[in-house]
């Protein structure tokens, strides 16, 4: 399958890596938004959050659980802010389901 996410899980793309368990994946944005912005993926190819299946939802708890997780490792103890892009108009530009997380600067609302 010709997706860049796959191919980074698989290694055959380099990325600074940053956590790996046998479902979920992280690693640095190469365009950060923001001092800390990793991306957490689960390792399985779902193509979005509107594609994730009843079966994913174990997956989808261990996204969020890495997430908290990982902004308490890289010390975002003040706040942090985690954004899913969902379709075309949700601004999704990879399409294999990714939680950004964004810390170490003020966020504001709404986002754009
Ligand atoms: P989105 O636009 O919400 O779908 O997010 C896709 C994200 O993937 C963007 O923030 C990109 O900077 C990031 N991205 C794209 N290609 C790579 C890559 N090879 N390594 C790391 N991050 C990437
Ligand atoms: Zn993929």
Redesign the pocket.
């Known amino acids: 399958m010709d997706c860049?996410f796959c191919k980074?899980v698989a290694g055959s793309?380099p990325?600074k890596k940053v956590f790996e368990d046998d479902q979920v994946f992280a690693?640095?944005?190469?365009?950060p938004k923001a001092p800390k912005h990793i991306?957490v993926i689960p390792k399985k190819h779902i193509a979005s959050l509107a594609d994730a299946k009843p079966e994913d939802a174990g997956v989808l708890g261990r996204l969020l659980l890495t997430v908290a997780d990982l902004a308490r490792e890289h010390g975002l103890g003040k706040g942090y802010r985690v954004v899913i892009?969902t379709g075309p108009e949700g601004?999704?530009?990879?399409d294999h389901l990714?939680l950004?997380l964004l810390g170490g600067r003020q966020m504001h609302w709404p986002p754009g």
Request: hydrophobic share 40%; aromatic share 6%.
């Open positions: 860049i980074i793309i990325s690693f640095h944005d190469i365009d991306l892009s601004g999704q530009t990879v990714h950004h």
